[in-house]
């Protein structure tokens, strides 16, 4: 179950994972209660890698984010690898939080690229494809269909120019 306590200054959030987040940088696997793993962090150099899997909900997406606020705040890595190849799903919900909740304090701890490998599946395809939309002005972010080329965007990706919203 997530939470969160508010003060004045900021948010924190109480998760789950918490103990797994504490053993960073070993990978973290978020599983539902039954064991099914969903996604996993890897620190990458330069990069965290998250490495989703399975059928995915907007609570799933909300879930993960919050652990890798979690997880960014602890290394510092400027950029992201979302690579959802292998999910199946609509986590369209989850993308008024990530624009306006999730991202402000992900920029705030860091976060300057996005690289999204993009699933074959529909649903997930226009779940990503509005976020895409959505977060733009706020961050260097791209979508792809295959992983290398999002791995070498990634490394290209200029972490010192923000995006234009942001100056």
């Known amino acids: 179950m997530l939470t969160s306590d508010t003060s004045p200054q900021e948010t924190y959030f109480i998760t789950d994972f918490d103990e797994q987040v504490a053993c960073w940088p070993e990978p973290v696997a978020l599983a539902y209660p039954g064991g099914e793993v969903f996604v996993t962090f890897f620190q990458r150099p330069g990069a965290i890698e998250a490495k989703w899997q399975g059928y995915i909900t907007a609570g799933d997406v909300v879930t993960a984010s919050k652990v890798y606020l979690l997880l960014l705040e602890k290394c510092g890595c400027p950029k992201v690898y979302n690579d959802k190849t292998e999910i199946s799903g609509d986590w369209q919900q989850a993308n ?52 290398e080329t999002g791995w070498e965007w990634l490394k290209s990706c200029d972490v010192t120019q923000q995006p234009a919203s942001l100056l």
């Open 96 to 147: 008024d939080w990530l624009e306006f909740e999730w991202t402000p304090r992900a920029v705030k701890a860091g976060l300057r690229c996005m690289a999204h490998v993009y699933s074959d599946n529909m649903f997930s395809r226009l779940s990503a494809r509005d976020l895409y939309m959505r977060l733009i002005p706020n961050l260097h972010i791209a979508n792809f269909n295959d992983r």
